[in-house]
């Protein structure tokens, strides 16, 4: 049970989460294996590339075994760098619709959090692209009355949890206007 369930259990009933997905670390994935193929290039062909810029050269100088280990250390270690971070920022977001409000959580040390009155949601915007599309995830934008907008990402199935949303905001202001 994440944080805001916690709180939010004991005095209102929650009547749906949002689900974050973990293909966000498809780009450092896709990262990692160019740097490794472009290293493992550079490896390979290393004598050909230097000769490309100096055709007297017999012998490696510059692309040694020396410098693409040091090469392959640091884009590995910069791409575990930037993962460990999306991975702190993904386990961070925390998003729950209660009967009366929607809260939105983002943070571990440093935290924000808003909450927003359902009464006042008038839409809701879901974005997807061609890839997001065939993975099932996407963005929800909550517009309202009397708040700036604020958009959701790498949300699993936005369109639904976008009904959700305006269902929960139809039924609030049927039951007190």
């Known amino acids: 049970m994440r944080k805001l369930e916690r709180i939010y259990s004991k ?12 293909w966000v670390f498809a780009g450092e994935l896709f990262f990692t294996l160019l740097f ?28 040694t ?5 040091w090469a392959i250390l640091g884009a590995g270690g910069f791409m575990l760098l930037v993962t460990f971070f ?16 929607l809260v939105y959580h983002v943070g571990m040390m440093g935290s924000e959090v808003i909450t927003v009155q359902v009464y006042e949601i008038v839409n ?10 065939l993975l099932g995830i996407g963005s929800v934008e909550i517009i309202g009355s ?3 907008s604020y958009t959701i990402r790498n949300i699993v199935g936005p369109e639904k ?17």
């Open 11 to 22: 005095s209102d009933r929650i009547v749906a989460k949002a689900k974050f997905t973990y």
């Open 36 to 63: 490794g193929g472009i290293i493992a290039c550079l490896w390979i062909f290393n004598l050909k590339i230097e000769q490309l810029i100096d055709s007297s050269i017999t012998e490696v100088k510059y692309l």
């Open 65 to 69: 075994e020396t410098n693409l280990k």
């Open 86 to 101: 999306h991975i702190l920022a993904f386990y961070s977001k925390e998003v729950i619709l209660t009967e009366d409000k």
């Open 124 to 133: 809701t915007h879901v974005t997807q692209g061609a890839f997001q599309r």
């Open 146 to 148: 009397g708040f700036d």
């Open 161 to 177: 949890f976008a009904r959700r949303i305006m269902a929960q905001a139809t039924a609030v202001k049927k039951r007190y206007y």
